[in-house]
Protein backbone atom coordinates (compact mmCIF):
# COMPACT_ATOMS: atom_id res chain seq x y z
CA UNK A 1 0.00 0.00 0.00
CA UNK A 2 2.69 2.49 0.70
CA UNK A 3 3.62 2.00 -2.47
CA UNK A 4 0.33 2.67 -4.11
CA UNK A 5 0.53 5.86 -1.94
CA UNK A 6 3.84 7.19 -3.63
CA UNK A 7 2.97 6.18 -7.15
CA UNK A 8 -0.50 8.06 -6.60
CA UNK A 9 1.69 11.07 -5.36
CA UNK A 10 3.84 10.81 -8.25
CA UNK A 11 0.74 10.86 -10.52
CA UNK A 12 -1.61 13.69 -8.71
CA UNK A 13 1.58 15.87 -7.97
CA UNK A 14 2.36 17.44 -11.64
CA UNK A 15 -1.86 17.38 -11.95
CA UNK A 16 -2.35 19.62 -9.01
CA UNK A 17 0.68 21.77 -10.01
CA UNK A 18 -1.13 21.84 -13.35
CA UNK A 19 -4.52 22.98 -11.47
CA UNK A 20 -2.78 25.57 -9.25
CA UNK A 21 -1.59 27.15 -12.42
CA UNK A 22 -4.66 27.22 -14.07
CA UNK A 23 -6.58 28.81 -11.13
CA UNK A 24 -3.87 31.13 -10.70
CA UNK A 25 -3.82 32.26 -14.27
CA UNK A 26 -7.59 32.31 -15.06
CA UNK A 27 -7.81 34.07 -11.68
CA UNK A 28 -5.41 36.83 -12.95
CA UNK A 29 -6.52 37.29 -16.52
CA UNK A 30 -10.49 38.15 -13.99
CA UNK A 31 -8.87 40.66 -11.85
CA UNK A 32 -10.04 43.38 -14.82
CA UNK A 33 -13.56 42.58 -15.85
CA UNK A 34 -14.17 41.85 -12.48
CA UNK A 35 -13.91 45.39 -11.21
CA UNK A 36 -17.32 46.38 -12.51
CA UNK A 37 -20.09 44.26 -13.14
CA UNK A 38 -20.02 43.49 -17.11
CA UNK A 39 -22.83 45.02 -19.37
CA UNK A 40 -23.41 42.18 -21.79
CA UNK A 41 -24.59 42.90 -25.15
CA UNK A 42 -26.02 40.05 -27.55
CA UNK A 43 -25.33 41.25 -31.15
CA UNK A 44 -26.24 39.85 -34.72
CA UNK A 45 -23.20 38.30 -36.10
CA UNK A 46 -23.68 40.93 -39.01
CA UNK A 47 -23.82 44.29 -36.35
CA UNK A 48 -20.89 42.54 -34.39
CA UNK A 49 -18.05 44.49 -36.59
CA UNK A 50 -20.40 47.78 -36.95
CA UNK A 51 -21.23 47.79 -33.02
CA UNK A 52 -17.35 47.73 -32.27
CA UNK A 53 -16.73 50.52 -34.12
CA UNK A 54 -19.61 52.82 -32.38
CA UNK A 55 -18.92 52.15 -29.13
CA UNK A 56 -15.21 52.77 -29.69
CA UNK A 57 -16.65 56.72 -28.90
CA UNK A 58 -18.84 55.90 -26.02
CA UNK A 59 -18.78 59.05 -23.86
CA UNK A 60 -17.87 56.79 -20.71
CA UNK A 61 -16.77 53.52 -22.08
CA UNK A 62 -13.71 53.29 -19.25
CA UNK A 63 -15.69 53.63 -16.44
CA UNK A 64 -18.21 50.63 -18.30
CA UNK A 65 -17.09 46.92 -18.85
CA UNK A 66 -18.89 46.20 -22.54
CA UNK A 67 -18.76 42.58 -23.24
CA UNK A 68 -19.81 41.85 -27.13
CA UNK A 69 -21.45 38.28 -27.83
CA UNK A 70 -21.97 37.84 -31.32
CA UNK A 71 -23.78 34.73 -32.80
CA UNK A 72 -26.51 34.19 -34.80
CA UNK A 73 -29.80 35.93 -34.17
CA UNK A 74 -31.58 32.72 -33.73
CA UNK A 75 -28.70 31.33 -31.39
CA UNK A 76 -28.96 34.69 -29.32
CA UNK A 77 -32.30 34.65 -29.44
CA UNK A 78 -33.39 30.89 -28.33
CA UNK A 79 -30.95 31.54 -25.52
CA UNK A 80 -32.33 34.49 -24.25
CA UNK A 81 -35.78 32.68 -23.92
CA UNK A 82 -33.37 30.30 -21.85
CA UNK A 83 -32.62 32.43 -19.46
CA UNK A 84 -29.32 33.89 -21.11
CA UNK A 85 -27.19 36.56 -18.55
CA UNK A 86 -27.82 39.31 -21.49
CA UNK A 87 -28.69 43.08 -21.04
CA UNK A 88 -29.05 44.38 -24.59
CA UNK A 89 -30.12 42.14 -27.51
CA UNK A 90 -29.32 43.98 -30.97
CA UNK A 91 -31.31 41.69 -33.44
CA UNK A 92 -30.57 41.48 -37.11
CA UNK A 93 -34.33 41.67 -37.62
CA UNK A 94 -37.89 42.32 -36.30
CA UNK A 95 -39.02 39.01 -35.72
CA UNK A 96 -37.00 37.59 -32.90
CA UNK A 97 -37.63 41.38 -30.93
CA UNK A 98 -40.99 40.83 -31.77
CA UNK A 99 -41.11 37.19 -30.48
CA UNK A 100 -39.31 37.81 -27.47
CA UNK A 101 -42.01 41.20 -26.73
CA UNK A 102 -44.46 38.93 -26.67
CA UNK A 103 -42.65 36.47 -24.55
CA UNK A 104 -42.98 39.13 -21.75
CA UNK A 105 -38.85 38.92 -21.82
CA UNK A 106 -38.44 42.57 -22.57
CA UNK A 107 -38.55 45.96 -20.67
CA UNK A 108 -41.42 47.24 -21.84
CA UNK A 109 -41.28 50.19 -24.82
CA UNK A 110 -37.59 49.21 -25.55
CA UNK A 111 -38.19 47.34 -28.56
CA UNK A 112 -36.66 49.94 -31.55
CA UNK A 113 -34.77 50.06 -34.53
CA UNK A 114 -31.91 50.83 -34.34
CA UNK A 115 -30.62 50.45 -38.46
CA UNK A 116 -32.33 49.05 -42.26
CA UNK A 117 -29.85 46.52 -44.19
CA UNK A 118 -29.23 46.76 -47.66
CA UNK A 119 -28.02 43.81 -49.42
CA UNK A 120 -26.05 44.41 -52.60
CA UNK A 121 -25.08 41.47 -55.83
CA UNK A 122 -21.30 40.91 -55.75
CA UNK A 123 -18.83 38.91 -57.20
CA UNK A 124 -15.36 38.36 -55.86
CA UNK A 125 -14.19 37.45 -59.33
CA UNK A 126 -14.83 40.35 -61.12
CA UNK A 127 -16.11 43.57 -61.27
CA UNK A 128 -20.18 43.81 -61.90
CA UNK A 129 -21.54 46.52 -64.33
CA UNK A 130 -24.83 46.62 -62.89
CA UNK A 131 -27.84 44.08 -61.84
CA UNK A 132 -28.51 43.23 -65.64
CA UNK A 133 -25.94 40.88 -65.17
CA UNK A 134 -27.81 38.46 -63.87
CA UNK A 135 -30.68 39.04 -66.88
CA UNK A 136 -28.52 35.62 -68.95
CA UNK A 137 -26.90 34.10 -65.88
CA UNK A 138 -27.55 30.48 -65.61
CA UNK A 139 -24.57 29.69 -63.06
CA UNK A 140 -24.92 29.47 -59.30
CA UNK A 141 -26.25 32.08 -57.29
CA UNK A 142 -25.34 32.74 -53.11
CA UNK A 143 -28.02 33.81 -50.79
CA UNK A 144 -29.11 33.84 -47.52
CA UNK A 145 -31.71 30.99 -46.05
CA UNK A 146 -35.39 33.14 -47.36
CA UNK A 147 -36.88 31.36 -44.61
CA UNK A 148 -34.43 31.94 -41.75
CA UNK A 149 -32.15 34.55 -42.12
CA UNK A 150 -33.84 38.63 -43.18
CA UNK A 151 -30.89 39.40 -45.75
CA UNK A 152 -32.19 36.18 -47.57
CA UNK A 153 -35.76 37.07 -47.50
CA UNK A 154 -34.77 40.23 -48.86
CA UNK A 155 -33.17 38.85 -51.71
CA UNK A 156 -35.97 36.26 -52.70
CA UNK A 157 -38.34 39.27 -52.70
CA UNK A 158 -35.54 41.31 -55.00
CA UNK A 159 -35.15 38.83 -57.35
CA UNK A 160 -38.74 38.22 -57.74
CA UNK A 161 -39.57 41.94 -58.28
CA UNK A 162 -36.71 42.14 -60.81
CA UNK A 163 -38.31 38.63 -62.71
CA UNK A 164 -35.50 36.64 -61.97
CA UNK A 165 -36.74 34.19 -59.24
CA UNK A 166 -37.96 31.37 -61.47
CA UNK A 167 -34.46 31.58 -63.70
CA UNK A 168 -32.46 31.32 -60.41
CA UNK A 169 -34.67 29.12 -58.50
CA UNK A 170 -32.58 25.61 -59.02
CA UNK A 171 -29.45 27.38 -58.86
CA UNK A 172 -29.13 29.11 -55.80
CA UNK A 173 -26.48 27.81 -52.92
CA UNK A 174 -28.41 29.26 -49.60
CA UNK A 175 -26.53 29.96 -46.88
CA UNK A 176 -27.41 29.38 -43.10
CA UNK A 177 -27.27 33.01 -42.41
CA UNK A 178 -25.76 36.07 -44.17
CA UNK A 179 -22.47 36.13 -43.18
CA UNK A 180 -21.89 32.81 -44.63
CA UNK A 181 -23.27 33.51 -47.96
CA UNK A 182 -20.50 35.67 -47.70
CA UNK A 183 -18.04 33.93 -47.01
CA UNK A 184 -18.79 31.69 -50.28
CA UNK A 185 -18.54 34.74 -52.36
CA UNK A 186 -15.37 35.67 -50.98
CA UNK A 187 -13.87 32.65 -51.32
CA UNK A 188 -15.15 32.19 -54.89
CA UNK A 189 -16.62 29.26 -54.40
CA UNK A 190 -20.17 30.79 -55.98
CA UNK A 191 -19.02 33.35 -58.61
CA UNK A 192 -22.11 35.70 -57.87
CA UNK A 193 -23.90 36.48 -54.53
CA UNK A 194 -26.54 38.40 -52.97
CA UNK A 195 -24.94 39.65 -49.64
CA UNK A 196 -25.43 42.42 -47.29
CA UNK A 197 -24.00 45.85 -48.69
CA UNK A 198 -22.74 46.51 -44.93
CA UNK A 199 -20.57 43.21 -45.64
CA UNK A 200 -19.05 44.90 -48.48
CA UNK A 201 -18.39 48.16 -47.36
CA UNK A 202 -16.65 47.31 -44.01
CA UNK A 203 -14.17 45.34 -46.12
CA UNK A 204 -14.12 48.15 -48.99
CA UNK A 205 -15.27 45.74 -51.91
CA UNK A 206 -17.46 47.05 -54.22
CA UNK A 207 -21.14 45.73 -55.39
CA UNK A 208 -24.33 46.70 -57.15
CA UNK A 209 -26.59 47.67 -54.54
CA UNK A 210 -29.67 46.63 -54.50
CA UNK A 211 -32.27 49.64 -54.53
CA UNK A 212 -34.47 49.72 -51.49
CA UNK A 213 -37.31 49.85 -53.36
CA UNK A 214 -37.35 45.96 -54.82
CA UNK A 215 -37.42 44.37 -50.72
CA UNK A 216 -39.39 45.21 -47.63
CA UNK A 217 -37.33 47.04 -45.28
CA UNK A 218 -34.81 45.08 -43.43
CA UNK A 219 -35.21 46.62 -40.19
CA UNK A 220 -32.73 45.80 -37.42
CA UNK A 221 -33.99 45.71 -33.90
CA UNK A 222 -32.98 46.33 -30.43
CA UNK A 223 -34.33 45.35 -26.86
CA UNK A 224 -33.24 45.46 -23.35
CA UNK A 225 -33.46 42.16 -21.68
CA UNK A 226 -36.04 41.94 -18.62
CA UNK A 227 -33.71 40.19 -16.43
CA UNK A 228 -30.85 42.80 -16.83
CA UNK A 229 -29.49 44.42 -13.64
CA UNK A 230 -28.39 47.33 -15.47
CA UNK A 231 -31.40 48.57 -17.07
CA UNK A 232 -30.09 52.19 -17.20
CA UNK A 233 -26.95 51.79 -18.42
CA UNK A 234 -28.46 49.22 -20.92
CA UNK A 235 -30.73 52.52 -22.23
CA UNK A 236 -27.91 54.43 -21.90
CA UNK A 237 -26.08 52.07 -24.91
CA UNK A 238 -29.42 52.03 -26.66
CA UNK A 239 -29.89 56.03 -26.77
CA UNK A 240 -26.43 56.17 -27.84
CA UNK A 241 -26.68 53.95 -31.08
CA UNK A 242 -29.98 55.43 -31.57
CA UNK A 243 -28.08 59.64 -31.69
CA UNK A 244 -27.93 61.55 -34.76
CA UNK A 245 -24.04 61.28 -35.13
CA UNK A 246 -23.92 57.39 -35.13
CA UNK A 247 -26.97 56.99 -37.10
CA UNK A 248 -24.74 59.38 -39.94
CA UNK A 249 -22.27 56.55 -39.01
CA UNK A 250 -23.69 53.91 -39.71
CA UNK A 251 -24.28 55.05 -43.54
CA UNK A 252 -20.61 54.64 -44.01
CA UNK A 253 -20.80 51.21 -42.77
CA UNK A 254 -23.29 50.07 -45.43
CA UNK A 255 -26.81 50.34 -43.04
CA UNK A 256 -29.11 52.45 -43.40
CA UNK A 257 -30.03 55.26 -40.94
CA UNK A 258 -33.53 54.69 -39.21
CA UNK A 259 -34.56 57.76 -39.93
CA UNK A 260 -34.02 57.00 -44.17
CA UNK A 261 -36.90 54.92 -43.83
CA UNK A 262 -40.40 56.64 -44.52
CA UNK A 263 -38.63 57.71 -47.75
CA UNK A 264 -38.34 53.90 -48.55
CA UNK A 265 -41.61 53.39 -47.95
CA UNK A 266 -43.27 56.61 -49.98
CA UNK A 267 -40.48 54.93 -52.97
CA UNK A 268 -42.44 51.46 -52.27
CA UNK A 269 -45.72 53.46 -52.80
CA UNK A 270 -44.40 55.07 -55.66
CA UNK A 271 -43.46 51.80 -57.23
CA UNK A 272 -46.53 49.95 -56.25
CA UNK A 273 -48.44 52.56 -58.38
CA UNK A 274 -46.23 52.40 -61.25
CA UNK A 275 -47.12 48.32 -61.44
CA UNK B 1 -10.24 44.17 -23.75
CA UNK B 2 -7.24 43.64 -26.91
CA UNK B 3 -8.05 40.80 -29.29
CA UNK B 4 -4.94 39.19 -28.22
CA UNK B 5 -5.89 39.40 -23.69
CA UNK B 6 -9.40 38.11 -25.10
CA UNK B 7 -7.73 35.17 -26.90
CA UNK B 8 -5.64 34.66 -23.99
CA UNK B 9 -8.35 34.62 -21.75
CA UNK B 10 -10.33 32.18 -23.91
CA UNK B 11 -7.19 29.70 -24.58
CA UNK B 12 -7.22 29.25 -20.18
CA UNK B 13 -10.89 29.08 -20.37
CA UNK B 14 -10.45 26.16 -23.34
CA UNK B 15 -7.57 24.17 -21.24
CA UNK B 16 -9.92 24.48 -17.83
CA UNK B 17 -12.62 23.44 -19.60
CA UNK B 18 -10.46 20.09 -21.38
CA UNK B 19 -8.86 19.48 -18.23
CA UNK B 20 -11.87 19.05 -15.49
CA UNK B 21 -13.70 17.22 -17.95
CA UNK B 22 -10.92 14.92 -19.00
CA UNK B 23 -10.44 14.42 -14.86
CA UNK B 24 -14.32 14.00 -14.37
CA UNK B 25 -14.11 11.78 -17.30
CA UNK B 26 -11.69 9.49 -15.98
CA UNK B 27 -13.26 9.18 -12.89
CA UNK B 28 -16.78 8.32 -14.32
CA UNK B 29 -15.68 6.49 -17.17
CA UNK B 30 -13.52 4.05 -15.74
CA UNK B 31 -16.47 2.10 -14.04
CA UNK B 32 -18.51 2.56 -16.86
CA UNK B 33 -16.10 1.24 -19.50
CA UNK B 34 -15.64 -1.60 -16.46
CA UNK B 35 -18.96 -2.94 -15.91
CA UNK B 36 -19.24 -2.78 -19.46
CA UNK B 37 -16.18 -5.28 -20.30
CA UNK B 38 -17.49 -7.20 -17.31
CA UNK B 39 -20.67 -7.40 -17.67
CA UNK B 40 -22.33 -9.99 -19.84
CA UNK B 41 -26.17 -9.18 -20.50
CA UNK B 42 -27.80 -9.11 -23.76
CA UNK B 43 -29.34 -5.19 -22.89
CA UNK B 44 -25.23 -4.56 -22.77
CA UNK B 45 -25.99 -3.89 -26.78
CA UNK B 46 -28.18 -1.37 -25.86
CA UNK B 47 -26.51 0.63 -23.30
CA UNK B 48 -22.72 0.31 -25.41
CA UNK B 49 -25.42 2.31 -28.14
CA UNK B 50 -26.15 4.97 -26.06
CA UNK B 51 -22.85 5.19 -24.74
CA UNK B 52 -21.76 5.84 -28.52
CA UNK B 53 -24.64 7.88 -29.01
CA UNK B 54 -22.64 11.61 -28.98
CA UNK B 55 -20.52 10.26 -32.15
CA UNK B 56 -23.51 10.06 -34.37
CA UNK B 57 -25.53 13.05 -32.61
CA UNK B 58 -24.73 16.16 -34.18
CA UNK B 59 -23.56 18.27 -31.48
CA UNK B 60 -26.03 21.70 -31.96
CA UNK B 61 -28.75 18.41 -31.76
CA UNK B 62 -27.29 17.68 -28.11
CA UNK B 63 -26.65 21.48 -27.50
CA UNK B 64 -30.03 22.26 -28.33
CA UNK B 65 -31.67 19.58 -25.49
CA UNK B 66 -28.99 20.42 -23.16
CA UNK B 67 -30.18 23.98 -23.68
CA UNK B 68 -33.49 23.02 -22.88
CA UNK B 69 -32.56 20.82 -19.76
CA UNK B 70 -30.17 23.15 -18.13
CA UNK B 71 -32.96 26.42 -18.58
CA UNK B 72 -33.84 28.16 -15.31
CA UNK B 73 -37.94 26.85 -16.16
CA UNK B 74 -37.00 22.85 -16.49
CA UNK B 75 -36.45 20.56 -13.99
CA UNK B 76 -32.65 19.51 -13.60
CA UNK B 77 -32.08 23.24 -14.33
CA UNK B 78 -34.06 24.07 -10.61
CA UNK B 79 -32.57 21.41 -9.28
CA UNK B 80 -29.40 22.63 -9.91
CA UNK B 81 -30.39 26.03 -8.62
CA UNK B 82 -31.42 25.18 -5.80
CA UNK B 83 -28.39 23.10 -5.11
CA UNK B 84 -25.94 25.73 -5.53
CA UNK B 85 -27.68 28.92 -5.76
CA UNK B 86 -26.74 30.05 -9.46
CA UNK B 87 -28.23 29.03 -12.83
CA UNK B 88 -26.74 26.26 -14.78
CA UNK B 89 -27.35 27.46 -18.43
CA UNK B 90 -24.56 29.76 -19.79
CA UNK B 91 -22.18 28.65 -16.80
CA UNK B 92 -18.62 26.70 -16.79
CA UNK B 93 -20.04 24.17 -14.95
CA UNK B 94 -22.81 23.51 -18.38
CA UNK B 95 -20.21 23.63 -20.72
CA UNK B 96 -18.33 21.16 -18.53
CA UNK B 97 -21.22 18.82 -17.97
CA UNK B 98 -21.89 18.95 -22.06
CA UNK B 99 -18.33 18.33 -22.85
CA UNK B 100 -18.59 15.24 -20.12
CA UNK B 101 -21.73 13.69 -22.42
CA UNK B 102 -19.95 14.69 -25.62
CA UNK B 103 -16.57 13.48 -25.18
CA UNK B 104 -17.97 9.83 -23.31
CA UNK B 105 -17.58 7.58 -25.83
CA UNK B 106 -13.93 8.75 -26.44
CA UNK B 107 -12.65 7.69 -23.27
CA UNK B 108 -14.80 4.98 -22.24
CA UNK B 109 -14.68 3.02 -25.30
CA UNK B 110 -10.77 2.57 -25.11
CA UNK B 111 -10.80 1.37 -21.77
CA UNK B 112 -13.67 -0.79 -22.12
CA UNK B 113 -11.43 -2.58 -25.35
CA UNK B 114 -8.17 -2.26 -23.11
CA UNK B 115 -10.42 -4.51 -20.18
CA UNK B 116 -12.31 -6.71 -22.37
CA UNK B 117 -8.49 -7.78 -23.72
CA UNK B 118 -7.61 -8.20 -20.41
CA UNK B 119 -7.46 -11.84 -19.36
CA UNK B 120 -8.51 -12.81 -15.98
CA UNK B 121 -5.87 -14.93 -14.35
CA UNK B 122 -3.26 -11.75 -13.48
CA UNK B 123 -6.49 -10.67 -11.69
CA UNK B 124 -7.58 -13.80 -10.00
CA UNK B 125 -3.11 -14.34 -9.12
CA UNK B 126 -3.33 -11.12 -7.38
CA UNK B 127 -6.93 -11.94 -5.26
CA UNK B 128 -5.18 -15.01 -4.04
CA UNK B 129 -2.01 -12.99 -2.95
CA UNK B 130 -4.49 -11.12 -0.51
CA UNK B 131 -4.84 -7.86 -2.62
CA UNK B 132 -8.10 -6.26 -2.38
CA UNK B 133 -10.20 -5.08 -5.11
CA UNK B 134 -8.49 -1.27 -4.94
CA UNK B 135 -5.30 -2.07 -4.78
CA UNK B 136 -5.92 -5.25 -7.42
CA UNK B 137 -6.96 -2.05 -9.57
CA UNK B 138 -3.87 -0.04 -9.64
CA UNK B 139 -0.91 -2.65 -8.90
CA UNK B 140 -2.38 -5.09 -11.42
CA UNK B 141 -5.35 -3.46 -13.87
CA UNK B 142 -3.54 0.10 -14.20
CA UNK B 143 0.00 -0.54 -15.27
CA UNK B 144 -1.53 -3.29 -17.84
CA UNK B 145 -3.91 -0.87 -19.59
CA UNK B 146 -1.30 2.16 -19.25
CA UNK B 147 -1.17 2.85 -22.92
CA UNK B 148 -4.87 2.69 -23.21
CA UNK B 149 -5.30 5.20 -20.09
CA UNK B 150 -3.29 7.33 -22.00
CA UNK B 151 -5.07 7.29 -25.39
CA UNK B 152 -8.27 7.86 -23.84
CA UNK B 153 -7.03 10.89 -22.09
CA UNK B 154 -5.67 12.24 -25.01
CA UNK B 155 -8.79 11.68 -26.86
CA UNK B 156 -11.29 12.97 -24.63
CA UNK B 157 -8.88 16.41 -23.92
CA UNK B 158 -8.32 17.09 -27.49
CA UNK B 159 -12.19 16.13 -28.48
CA UNK B 160 -13.24 18.55 -25.87
CA UNK B 161 -10.78 21.36 -26.74
CA UNK B 162 -12.40 21.19 -30.74
CA UNK B 163 -15.78 20.78 -29.09
CA UNK B 164 -17.69 23.99 -30.99
CA UNK B 165 -21.59 23.17 -31.57
CA UNK B 166 -22.39 21.89 -27.39
CA UNK B 167 -20.85 24.77 -26.25
CA UNK B 168 -22.16 27.44 -28.48
CA UNK B 169 -25.75 26.74 -27.68
CA UNK B 170 -25.50 25.89 -23.44
CA UNK B 171 -22.67 28.50 -23.03
CA UNK B 172 -23.65 31.91 -24.52
CA UNK B 173 -19.99 32.56 -25.42
CA UNK B 174 -19.56 34.70 -22.26
CA UNK B 175 -16.05 35.96 -21.90
CA UNK B 176 -14.03 33.86 -18.92
CA UNK B 177 -16.68 32.02 -18.25
CA UNK B 178 -17.91 29.97 -21.15
CA UNK B 179 -16.38 31.54 -24.15
CA UNK B 180 -13.58 28.63 -25.29
CA UNK B 181 -11.21 28.88 -28.63
CA UNK B 182 -13.02 27.39 -31.06
CA UNK B 183 -15.66 29.82 -30.26
CA UNK B 184 -13.16 33.14 -30.32
CA UNK B 185 -12.31 31.20 -34.11
CA UNK B 186 -15.84 31.50 -35.25
CA UNK B 187 -16.15 35.26 -33.60
CA UNK B 188 -12.99 36.30 -35.49
CA UNK B 189 -14.14 35.05 -38.81
CA UNK B 190 -17.67 36.31 -38.33
CA UNK B 191 -15.94 39.78 -37.73
CA UNK B 192 -14.28 39.74 -40.97
CA UNK B 193 -10.64 39.32 -38.55
CA UNK B 194 -9.22 36.95 -40.43
CA UNK B 195 -5.20 37.64 -39.41
CA UNK B 196 -6.57 37.03 -35.63
CA UNK B 197 -8.30 34.15 -36.97
CA UNK B 198 -5.56 32.95 -39.00
CA UNK B 199 -3.09 33.10 -36.01
CA UNK B 200 -5.67 31.54 -33.75
CA UNK B 201 -6.41 28.36 -35.87
CA UNK B 202 -1.98 28.36 -36.90
CA UNK B 203 -1.67 27.92 -32.89
CA UNK B 204 -4.22 25.94 -32.37
CA UNK B 205 -3.18 23.19 -35.15
CA UNK B 206 0.55 23.36 -33.62
CA UNK B 207 -0.29 23.00 -30.12
CA UNK B 208 -2.83 20.15 -30.91
CA UNK B 209 -0.54 18.85 -33.21
CA UNK B 210 2.26 18.29 -30.43
CA UNK B 211 0.23 17.48 -27.78
CA UNK B 212 -1.05 14.61 -29.25
CA UNK B 213 2.31 13.68 -30.55
CA UNK B 214 4.22 14.05 -27.08
CA UNK B 215 0.77 11.55 -26.08
CA UNK B 216 1.66 8.54 -28.38
CA UNK B 217 5.48 8.80 -28.20
CA UNK B 218 4.36 8.45 -24.01
CA UNK B 219 2.32 5.39 -25.37
CA UNK B 220 4.79 3.71 -27.25
CA UNK B 221 7.46 4.70 -24.76
CA UNK B 222 5.22 2.65 -22.38
CA UNK B 223 4.16 -0.04 -24.76
CA UNK B 224 8.01 -1.19 -25.56
CA UNK B 225 9.00 -1.07 -22.06
CA UNK B 226 5.78 -3.23 -21.07
CA UNK B 227 7.09 -5.95 -24.12
CA UNK B 228 10.54 -5.71 -22.63
CA UNK B 229 9.32 -6.83 -18.66
CA UNK B 230 7.22 -9.65 -20.88
CA UNK B 231 10.64 -10.52 -22.82
CA UNK B 232 12.56 -11.00 -19.44
Known amino acids: MPKLIQKLRQKLLPLCIIWLALQASHACALDKPKQTKPLRIAVAANFAP ?3 ILLANLPNKDAINVQMISAATGTLYLQIKHGAPFDLFLSADSMRPELLEQEKLIIADSRKTYAYGQIALWSATRALSGLSELNHYSGKLAIANPDTAPYGKAAQQALTKL ?59 LVIIKSSQQVKLAQ ?11 QEKLVQLGYLPIKSIPLIEKNNQVNTQYD | MT ?23 LIIGTPMAWYLAKWQSRFKVFFEAVVALPLVLPPTVLGFYLLLAFSPTSLPGQLWQSATGSQLAFSFSAIVIGSVLYSLPFVVQPLQKAFEQLGDHHLEAAAMLGAGPIDRFFSVVLPLTKASFITATALGFAHTVGEFGVVLMIGGNIPGETRVLSIALFDHVEAFNYANAHLLSAGLLIASLILLSLVYLLGNNFNKKQQGTVKL
Not at chain 1, 236 to 246: P, R, V
Open chain 1, 236 to 246: QISDFILQEDN
Open chain 1, 163 to 221: SLWPQVQNNLITGMNINQTFQQVRSQAVPFGIVAYSQLAMNKYQGIIIPPEYYQPISQQ
Open chain 2, 3 to 25: DISADLLALITTLKMAAVTTVIL
Open chain 1, 50 to 52: ALK
